[in-house]
């Protein structure tokens, strides 16, 4: 059996989850987890795995922690992190593809700190889909809030992510305002009746950006995955939250994204992150948009 551990927000225990289950099958092993993630800074997920709104599978459920080893483990895999330095005192920690990670013996247990490359996934892409099915019960929820928000999941509704929170004292990843108005300036162009609605984990930051020009709200976490599951126009954030539910949107939607990720500010390449093999549009300081 191979398992891992979670940690951090929601998106990295997607990317999480999802590797270490395309390790076990591409290798018929089995798999378990212990669901409760060890730190969800800067969320308060109160002990209770974000993800319980899908109908996830966690497998041979165990409770070890992250710097527990079980009994049953033999093996320990680490995901490779390379840092670049510069004079001006940036640096980037970047976590290169890795497809060796399916040679793995079983009984492993697996440290994740990134993974997000579509690379590991796109060959199961409707496994990873079945993964991460919301709940139908949940489904019927969501759609009813969706309707008592007035809001709609048609082509001229564009749906903006906004990452607040920590994101907020980081001037280095922090999104300026520029570049949602860039993004939005080509949705209108793409479409003339184009409207705007703000998700987000921080409605009071999202208004500071968006006044009252746009409505800006906050959900369950569920529920927003599932607008941006559905959603057929969307603009990302650079948050690993979007990352699964946009790239497993069955509605062939039109996603803008920031250049560079989370490097976007800086635009030294992508040096942090491969976000460019999820296929968005990538939206540069320039207002142009490129495909890597």
């Avoid at 080509?186 to 020009?213: A, P």
């Avoid at 635009?267 to 296929?279: A, E, H, K, N, V």
Wanted: charged letters at 25%; hydrophobic letters at 35%.
């Amino acid at each position: 059996m191979i398992t891992s551990s979670f940690c951090a927000g929601a998106g990295n225990q997607m990317a999480t989850y999802a590797i270490t289950r395309a390790v076990a099958e591409h290798n018929g092993y089995e798999f378990g987890f212990n669901p409760i993630p060890e730190y969800d800074m800067p969320h308060d997920y109160r002990s209770i795995s974000p993800l319980n709104f899908m109908d996830i599978d966690w497998g041979d459920q165990h409770t070890y922690k992250r710097d527990e080893t079980p009994p049953f483990i033999k093996y320990i895999w680490y995901e490779k992190v390379e840092e670049t330095h510069y004079p001006d005192g940036d640096f980037y920690r970047y976590f290169p593809y890795q497809p060796e990670v399916f040679d793995i013996p079983d009984n492993t247990k697996l440290y994740v700190a990134n993974c997000q490359n579509a690379l590991y996934y796109e060959p199961i892409k409707d496994r990873v889909r079945d993964w991460f099915r919301v709940k139908e019960e949940n489904i019927n929820r969501y759609r009813n809030r969706i309707i008592e928000l007035g809001l709609s999941l048609d082509q001229n509704t564009t749906y903006i992510h906004v990452r607040g929170k920590d994101f907020v004292d980081d001037k280095r990843i922090l999104l300026p305002l520029e570049y949602y108005k860039n993004a939005m300036d080509i949705m209108k162009q793409r479409n003339k009746d184009m409207t705007f609605v703000v998700l987000t984990d921080d409605v009071s930051y999202g208004k500071l950006l968006f006044g009252n020009d746009v409505p800006v709200l906050q959900n369950e976490l569920g529920c927003d995955y599932f607008i941006f599951n559905n959603a057929k126009n969307i603009i990302l954030s650079n948050s690993s939250f979007t990352l699964f539910p946009t790239w497993l949107n069955e509605q062939d939607p039109f996603i803008i994204a920031p250049r560079y990720w989370w490097r976007y500010n800086s635009s030294r390449g992508w040096l942090s992150s491969d976000i460019y093999t999820f296929g968005y549009s990538f939206l540069d300081k320039d207002g142009k948009l490129y495909d890597k």
